[in-house]
């Protein structure tokens, strides 16, 4: 059986509607309206151990409701979660030590305090022995590079620093699960560079599970081979993740450039064959892998060349046209 067993899982909220103004509250008070929103609604996966897993939607997809059901701080209406064994929503306390979550818009450390303080406090809550807490606090704070704010109240940390504070909270008591809610929300490039390397490197020491949800795609690119992708709370996609970005957008972009400028009526026949743009000795084109390699044959038989390179396009774009229109990629 999987570490994470998510079986059929389904949240709806029950919503009171009604039309704006006089008429729409007079109405409501005597036959008021509701309608159910499914925010997940049948999602199914499974998650082995020591597994980087990313959760990828829109704004309002479901994504940290999932999450919520999973460490059993929502109870579903119906489906059911197992979790190295355990049921999230009995909040058995051998299961709540072996679970962490940070939320990249919710802080969960002391604001006037610093944050060895609260380091402290979670050292008592769990339990922790001074040898572990000292040796894995000392590991956490160099990775993180985060000694010298130690001692600073939270509030006075800027965004980043409370964020690296945060996993350091949460990987205190050495979880075997670690829920990432946009963990680099609002983060500058380093800090974000930063907070990745670190996840990657907890990860390969101490096979601990990382579920990740993130809008920075560099953030699931560099740490998740594996994505669920939930669109309006359903499951649309579990697999490869650079295999879903090559099915919604399988062409590269090529740019060659000659050493020597070509024949010209041999160029324009090359041009009839693909779709390229020549500008002098440049050659550009957004084609498909096979069309790449069978056009570089073509070129180099013309001339060598002096430059060339082979790019994937934009991921980001990618995943906006994918969201647009799941079903245009999926169905075929």
């Not at 036959?31 to 999602?43: F, L, P, S």
């Not at 059901?69 to 059911?80: D, N, Q």
């Not at 690119?221 to 996609?237: A, S, T």
């Not at 396009?313 to 995943?319: D, G, H, K, T």
């Amino acid at each position: 059986m999987s570490f994470i067993q998510v079986n059929r899982l389904t949240k709806h909220f029950k919503i009171f509607k009604r039309e704006a103004g006089l008429k729409g509250a007079l109405q409501s008070f005597f036959n008021r309206q509701y309608e159910n929103v499914y925010a997940v609604d049948d999602c199914s996966l499974s998650i082995n151990k020591g597994e980087i897993i990313g959760i990828l939607g829109e704004n309002g997809a479901g994504k940290t409701t999932l999450i919520k059901m999973m460490v059993g701080l929502l109870h579903p209406s119906s489906g059911s979660v197992l979790i190295d064994g355990y049921n999230p929503w009995q909040r058995k306390n051998n299961f709540l030590k072996n679970i962490s979550i940070v939320m990249g818009q919710k802080n969960q450390l002391w604001w006037d305090i610093p944050a060895s303080e609260s380091f402290l406090l979670n050292k008592s809550i769990y339990n922790i022995s001074d040898s572990d807490f000292n040796n894995r606090l000392d590991e956490l704070v160099e990775m993180l590079d985060v000694k010298e704010k130690l001692n600073v109240q939270v509030r006075r940390l800027s965004l980043g620093e409370r964020m690296k504070m945060e996993i350091i909270a949460c990987l205190l008591h050495s979880p075997k699960i670690v829920f990432l809610d946009e963990p680099t929300l609002g983060l500058d490039i380093i800090s974000q560079s930063k907070i990745r390397d670190f996840i990657k490197y907890h990860n390969k020491e101490h096979q601990t599970t990382f579920i990740i949800t993130s809008h920075y795609i560099k953030d699931i690119q560099e740490l998740c081979k594996r994505v669920y992708v939930i669109n309006k709370g359903k499951g649309l996609y579990d697999g490869d993740f650079s295999n879903l970005i090559k099915k919604i957008n399988p062409k590269s972009k090529l740019i060659f450039q000659f050493n020597n400028i070509p024949n010209q009526k041999i160029l324009s026949t090359i041009k009839d064959k693909y779709d390229i743009k020549i500008n002098g000795l440049q050659i550009t084109g957004e084609l498909a892998e096979d069309s790449i390699k069978l056009l570089l044959i073509d070129l180099l038989k013309i001339d060598y060349s002096k430059n060339f390179k082979i790019d994937e396009l934009p991921v980001e774009e990618a995943m906006k046209s994918f969201f647009t229109n799941p079903n245009l990629f999926l169905n075929d």
